[in-house]
């Protein structure tokens, strides 16, 4: 929300970061900001800049391009803060005695970041991604072994193993008594067009 104490020197201010900060969350070039926007890119670049003085039509048009409401490209900062409870994060049973639990509860598009959890003895087969994907697994207690394409790795607690996602793959809790728990992060392949 705007603040009307806000001098128009600092709604400037706040354009240019907001709008800065918003494009490369976005991962857009001005270049491409402006195209989206239907703007030259050097109204984009004064108004990070904070040079510039856009009419309402502009601003409109770049908020809309960044799927924003105006007042939040005209906004003082604040920090965007937000708290899950355990209970408010669904985990998953696949079966086998896993449970996978999100690391990160927000939507990452190009990494599935997930904390395993293992009963004694538990076991699950991994499902091959795209070529190009890669797979970390840090062991964070008791000791795991991970096949892949039939090659056996065992890690133990601070372990740490990296393989290609596409290939066969599968988590094994190496104890029969003790539970294990490890992080899997998967580093997306991005599908060819």
């Given at each position: ?68 409401p105006i007042d939040e490209l005209l ?119």
């Open positions: 929300m705007i603040d009307q104490m806000d001098e128009p020197d600092q709604i400037a201010s706040h354009l240019a970061r907001n709008l800065a900060a918003l494009r490369h969350v976005r991962g857009q070039t001005q270049d491409a900001l402006a195209k989206t926007a239907g703007v030259p890119r050097s109204t984009i670049a004064n108004l990070e800049s904070g040079e510039g003085n856009p009419s309402l039509a502009v601003l409109v048009k770049v908020a809309g391009a960044l799927g924003v906004a003082s900062p604040r920090a965007r803060v937000r708290k899950w409870s355990a209970a408010d994060i669904a985990a998953q049973h696949p079966g086998g005695g896993i449970t996978l639990r999100p690391l990160v509860p927000e939507p990452s598009p190009n990494e599935l970041l997930n904390i395993m959890d293992f009963a004694p003895g538990a076991n699950l087969r991994g499902t091959p991604h795209l070529s190009g994907t890669r797979e970390y697994f840090t062991c964070l207690e008791g000791s795991v072994v991970i096949y892949v394409s039939g090659d056996r790795h065992e890690l133990s607690t601070g372990d740490v193993l990296a393989f290609p996602g596409n290939l066969p793959h599968a988590y094994q809790n190496a104890s029969q008594t003790a539970a294990a728990r490890g992080i899997s992060i998967v580093v997306l392949a991005k599908a060819e067009s």
